[in-house]
């Protein structure tokens, strides 16, 4: 789409983020990537390897830095040190790069946020120099903080990791969108391509996911879906809907007709 938009002082086009786990392999994962038009694919440094490994298949091998943004996340941390070591790992792996996606899970059940730690781990990061795009609940307070103190964006979850439930709560997400001074993804819970087009129509700033598109039946097709959503959700935003009404409203005025 023509109205790009910036992140860490970079000017990306797709607003759709992807992740990289949950595919049969990596022929599907680079295949499902591609069709996605996605421009920023995040990685499960803790879970992938991306180097940290030798001898074993490495993902850059098929999800090429020169050709993406590559995001290292820190999925399946549950502390801030965790957080904090793993992002240091993954700066290390790719030659020095800054642009990570901090998350600091509560427990394994739900992958709730735990915001203490996540706040302490944000904190710690970016007086390192990394620039921090940061997983949180819908807590409009909580976003406030994590963009008062530095972080290049915020990303509330739309539902459960995994849950494929959806946008919850767009009240909560209308108004942490509002009060925004860094850019907002929805992070988590999109289910299908619908749930991706109501994302936007809130006024996000793009939408990331990875189960929604690697556990689908067909997952090269839903990423094809999934970015058609995301540009049409968009669209939609900016060209504003019109207002609900309780009653109807006729499609063709009865002004001016000559018959009655």
Do not use: W
Not at 30 to 45: L, N
Not at 167 to 177: F, H, M
């Amino acid at each position: 789409m023509s109205d790009a938009f910036l992140l860490a002082g970079r000017t990306f086009h797709s607003r759709l983020l992807v992740g990289t786990g949950k595919y049969k392999d990596m022929t599907e994962t680079a295949e499902a990537i591609a069709a996605s038009g996605a421009e920023i694919v995040t990685v499960a440094v803790r879970r992938t390897n991306i180097g940290q490994t030798p001898g074993e298949p490495n993902l850059l091998d098929v999800i090429s830095p020169d050709r993406y943004t590559i995001l290292p996340n820190t999925a399946g941390c549950y502390s801030a040190e965790e957080a904090v070591r793993t992002c240091r790992l993954a700066r290390e792996l790719l030659d020095d790069h800054k642009l990570v996606k901090l998350e600091v899970l509560g427990d394994q059940k739900t992958l709730y946020p735990n915001m203490p730690e996540t706040l302490k781990a944000a904190e710690t990061l970016i007086k390192e120099g990394f620039e921090v795009m940061v997983y949180c609940n819908d807590d409009p307070i909580a976003a406030r903080l994590l963009a008062e103190m530095g972080c290049v964006a915020v990303m509330p979850l739309g539902s459960l990791i995994g849950s494929g439930l959806g946008i919850v709560n767009p009240y909560n997400l209308r108004i942490i969108l509002e009060e925004a001074t860094v850019p907002v993804l929805i992070d988590a819970g999109v289910g299908t391509a619908s749930d991706a087009a109501v994302a936007m129509e809130l006024g996000a700033a793009g939408v990331l996911m990875n189960t929604a598109i690697a556990a689908a039946g067909k997952p090269v097709l839903m990423a094809s879906a999934m970015k058609k959503a995301v540009e049409a959700g968009r669209e939609a935003f900016l060209a504003g809907r019109m207002p609900r009404k309780l009653y109807a409203s006729a499609s063709s005025p009865l002004d001016g007709m000559a018959f009655r």
